[in-house]
């Protein structure tokens, strides 16, 4: 054989395998997925409950096989904040930090996007901060999630009040008092 023929059939052998290499995205696995809906009810029904290191297991299995599944970015946001949100319960704050974030960052990514839940993050990304004692940071985010907040449901609405109170308090007589006193606007206007 020609040295040209071996080169030639070595690049359409290689060509091949990098194919090969190469799937399409695949639909997500409804087996799988259902097995996450399920962990994700008992999740919720252990918090229901008061016993929150069963729902933080049940959580992070939900997150976990939606991961599996190949769910879809709004499913897995959700998976992600919904452990966040044990994980602040539960005083884990760094933890629902890392989450919080994750959740934020797929939700922003999703098609179609959610306003609504992209502020609900914001909102609980602030608040895990501000246990940290991380207050510039969390203003930064709370900041950020003021123009949606008025999006979001009635009891995500009155959560918010509370954390955008919380910050208006710490940030009085310092140097983003400002800030605070928009917090402060914000929150009468969510009443």
């Not at 539960?90 to 994750?102: I, P, T």
């Not at 608040?127 to 003021?146: F, I, N, V």
């Not at 940030?171 to 008092?177: F, H, N, S, T, V």
Request: proline share 4%; with cysteine.
């Amino acid at each position: 054989m020609k040295p040209s023929t071996i080169r030639l059939i070595s690049l359409f052998g290689a060509a091949s395998l990098l194919a090969a290499c190469t799937t399409a995205p695949t639909a997500p696995d409804p087996g799988v997925l259902a097995t996450s809906a399920t962990q994700h009810d008992a999740c919720h029904a252990a918090e229901l409950a008061g016993n929150l290191v069963q729902a933080e297991a049940a959580c992070t299995q939900a997150l976990e096989n939606a991961v599996k599944a190949g769910a879809r970015d709004e499913l897995l946001s959700q998976r992600q904040y919904n452990l966040g949100r044990i994980k602040r319960l539960e005083g884990k704050h760094a933890e629902a930090e890392a989450l919080y974030k994750q959740a934020l960052a797929t939700e922003e990514a999703a098609m179609p996007r959610s306003e609504a839940r992209i502020g609900r993050r914001l909102v609980e990304l602030a608040s895990a901060l501000s246990a940290q004692g991380k207050w510039q940071e969390g203003a930064g985010y709370l900041e950020r999630a003021q123009p949606l907040l008025h999006k979001m449901s009635a009891t995500s609405r009155t959560y918010s009040i509370e954390v955008l109170n919380l910050y208006a308090r710490q940030l009085q007589g310092g140097p983003q008092a400002a800030l605070g006193k928009s917090f402060l606007e914000t929150a009468a206007t969510l009443k």
